[in-house]
């Protein structure tokens, strides 16, 4: 979707993606998509920009360490020299006040079978740290959000990420900079571990198990 | 008989004081570096001090060339992923892809590739130590640094909780300032940042390889998936002394 004088960009594919340019637009401001990261497209751009929200590529399959190919490590590189081209023409562009939010995933924290993918998250998140730093004298702001690893199979509302990420984008956010978000459902609380530790203990101790 | 340390980025800077403790400790070395030239006269040094040295010329970007490297060593017990770069320090929007893919491919996919081939020759209760660097919490004028140095952080943890299964320790080792080449790359800047060090100047690279040493034996058995920074405090935000 483009609109003349675009003055907010989303970058990325998917039911994230795609549920982000419909609450810009509630707002009557003009919204372009790109399917990709366009460092070219981006410095194209007439205007300058109020905000840019991107969706970062889904993790890869899980893998073990032993398994990951060249192939799959040099697309993934691509992808990311993709993205920080895009950020460097972003910024160029960016209006002062402006934000640049990146929804990634919760790989920076480490994952089992997928290695590759968690190096990957943590270089994107360090990335948009990068951002914050080297806008914040022209007023810019950076946040990420960090969804669930595809592959742990956890169901993510399109809705709700394009909510909050529409939020942090907007001046409503911008008391908000250089944070990693988490929208798990709280999942890193790590609920389900401690679920089974409970369990576990109740069967050894049950009276203590079941008053805790 | 001895154990094997592998030691990449070994010819200079903290990869050749890894490689001198690691020695001095009783291991035997495979020493990688990319500068053919440094590494023949460190291998020169280090068998005259009685090390026992094996080196190859390698860019570890060349996964073929490590293997070959690994020709005929059936243990690898210990590996400690140093080679890096800085890259050029500018801005985002200044860095082109060339110089961001180079940083990248050397920093973090290199490492992925050694640590996959080392891996696969390395007993239960191997020990493999990223050596990242202070930066990766965040930097203007470093982007493409810091995001591979937080992407070898990030590798580090999973690789800890996969290898863990095979007893096999992964920990990084966060490193501030140290006095080797790579930072004079900062040119005009060197002083101001060297005053701006907790302790008023960088570190020594055999204190860097004193604690690959420890993560590296069994004394440090129950440390995993852990990133040790060792920058005079200043990622707590100490001021200069």
Same mark, same amino acid.
């Given at each position: 979707?483009?609109?003349?004088?675009?003055?907010?960009?989303?970058?990325?594919?998917?039911?994230?993606?795609?549920?982000?340019?419909?609450?810009?637009?509630? @707002? +009557?401001?003009?919204?372009?998509?790109l399917?990709?990261?366009?460092? @070219?497209?981006?410095?194209a751009?007439?205007?300058?920009? *109020?905000?840019a929200?991107?969706? +970062?590529?889904? +993790?890869?399959?899980?893998?073990?360490? &032993?398994?990951?190919d060249?192939?799959?490590? *040099?697309?993934?590189?691509?992808?990311?020299?993709?993205l920080?081209?895009? &950020?460097?023409?972003?910024? @160029?562009?960016?209006n002062?006040?402006?934000?640049?939010?990146?929804?990634g995933?919760?790989?920076?924290l480490?994952?089992? @079978?997928a290695?590759?993918?968690? +190096?990957?998250?943590g270089?994107?998140?360090?990335?948009?740290?990068?951002?914050? &730093?080297?806008?914040?004298?022209?007023?810019?702001?950076?946040?990420?959000?960090?969804l669930?690893l595809?592959?742990?199979?956890?169901?993510?509302d399109?809705d709700?990420?394009?909510?909050?990420?529409?939020?942090?984008?907007?001046?409503?956010g911008?008391?908000?900079?250089?944070?990693?978000?988490?929208?798990?459902?709280?999942r890193?609380?790590?609920?389900?571990?401690?679920? *089974?530790?409970?369990?576990?203990?109740?069967?050894?101790?049950?009276?203590?198990?079941t008053?805790? | 008989?001895?154990?094997?340390?592998?030691?990449?980025?070994?010819?200079q800077?903290?990869?050749?004081?890894?490689v001198?403790?690691?020695?001095?400790?009783?291991?035997?070395i495979?020493?990688l570096?990319a500068?053919?030239v440094?590494l023949?006269?460190?291998?020169?040094?280090?068998?005259?001090?009685?090390? /026992?040295?094996? /080196?190859?010329?390698v860019?570890?970007? #060349?996964?073929?060339?490590?293997?070959?490297?690994? #020709?005929?060593?059936?243990?690898?017990?210990?590996?400690?992923? %140093?080679?890096?770069v =800085?890259?050029?320090?500018d801005?985002?929007g200044?860095? #082109?892809r060339?110089g961001?893919?180079?940083?990248m491919?050397?920093?973090?996919?290199?490492?992925?590739?050694?640590?996959?081939?080392?891996?696969?020759?390395m007993?239960d209760?191997?020990s493999?130590?990223?050596?990242?660097?202070r930066?990766?919490l965040?930097?203007?004028?470093?982007a493409h640094?810091?995001?591979?140095?937080?992407?070898?952080?990030?590798?580090?943890?999973?690789?800890?909780?996969?290898?863990?299964w095979?007893?096999?320790?992964? %920990?990084?080792?966060?490193p501030?300032?140290?006095?080797?080449?790579?930072?004079?790359?900062?040119?005009?800047m060197?002083?101001?940042l060297?005053?701006?060090?907790?302790?008023?100047?960088?570190?020594?690279?055999?204190?860097i390889?004193?604690?690959?040493?420890?993560?590296?034996g069994?004394?440090a =058995?129950?440390?995993?998936?852990?990133?040790l920074?060792?920058?005079?405090?200043?990622?707590?935000?100490?001021?200069?002394l």
């Amino acid at each position: 979707m483009t609109t003349s004088n675009p003055t907010i960009v989303v970058i990325g594919q998917g039911p994230v993606a795609e549920a982000i340019p419909s609450r810009f637009s509630a @707002g +009557a401001r003009g919204v372009i998509t790109l399917p990709h990261p366009d460092a @070219g497209a981006i410095k194209a751009l007439e205007n300058g920009l *109020d905000a840019a929200v991107i969706v +970062a590529p889904p +993790a890869p399959s899980p893998s073990l360490l &032993l398994d990951i190919d060249d192939a799959r490590l *040099d697309a993934q590189l691509s992808h990311f020299t993709d993205l920080f081209e895009a &950020l460097g023409a972003l910024l @160029g562009r960016l209006n002062p006040k402006g934000a640049i939010v990146l929804v990634g995933d919760r790989g920076y924290l480490g994952a089992w @079978g997928a290695a590759d993918a968690c +190096a990957f998250s943590g270089a994107y998140v360090a990335l948009m740290r990068c951002v914050t &730093l080297e806008g914040f004298g022209a007023g810019h702001r950076a946040n990420c959000i960090a969804l669930d690893l595809a592959q742990d199979g956890a169901g993510v509302d399109p809705d709700e990420i394009a909510d909050l990420a529409v939020h942090l984008a907007s001046p409503a956010g911008q008391a908000i900079n250089g944070e990693i978000i988490l929208a798990n459902r709280g999942r890193s609380l790590r609920v389900r571990e401690a679920k *089974d530790r409970r369990a576990d203990f109740a069967k050894t101790a049950p009276s203590k198990g079941t008053s805790q | 008989m001895p154990q094997l340390a592998m030691v990449t980025g070994a010819a200079q800077g903290i990869g050749r004081a890894i490689v001198e403790r690691l020695g001095a400790d009783g291991f035997d070395i495979l020493a990688l570096d990319a500068d053919e030239v440094q590494l023949s006269q460190s291998a020169h040094d280090w068998r005259t001090a009685g090390l /026992t040295v094996r /080196t190859a010329a390698v860019d570890c970007r #060349d996964r073929a060339a490590v293997i070959k490297a690994l #020709d005929g060593i059936e243990a690898v017990n210990v590996l400690v992923n %140093n080679a890096g770069v =800085s890259g050029i320090l500018d801005p985002i929007g200044q860095v #082109d892809r060339a110089g961001c893919d180079r940083v990248m491919s050397i920093n973090l996919l290199a490492t992925i590739r050694v640590a996959q081939e080392a891996v696969r020759r390395m007993p239960d209760g191997g020990s493999i130590i990223n050596i990242a660097s202070r930066g990766y919490l965040g930097g203007a004028g470093a982007a493409h640094y810091v995001a591979s140095k937080a992407a070898v952080v990030s590798l580090t943890r999973a690789m800890a909780i996969e290898l863990r299964w095979r007893g096999v320790r992964v %920990n990084a080792v966060a490193p501030g300032m140290v006095d080797t080449r790579m930072i004079d790359g900062f040119g005009d800047m060197l002083g101001a940042l060297k005053r701006m060090e907790p302790t008023g100047a960088p570190a020594n690279p055999t204190e860097i390889a004193a604690i690959v040493s420890v993560l590296a034996g069994q004394d440090a =058995s129950f440390v995993n998936g852990q990133i040790l920074m060792a920058d005079g405090g200043k990622s707590l935000g100490l001021p200069p002394l």
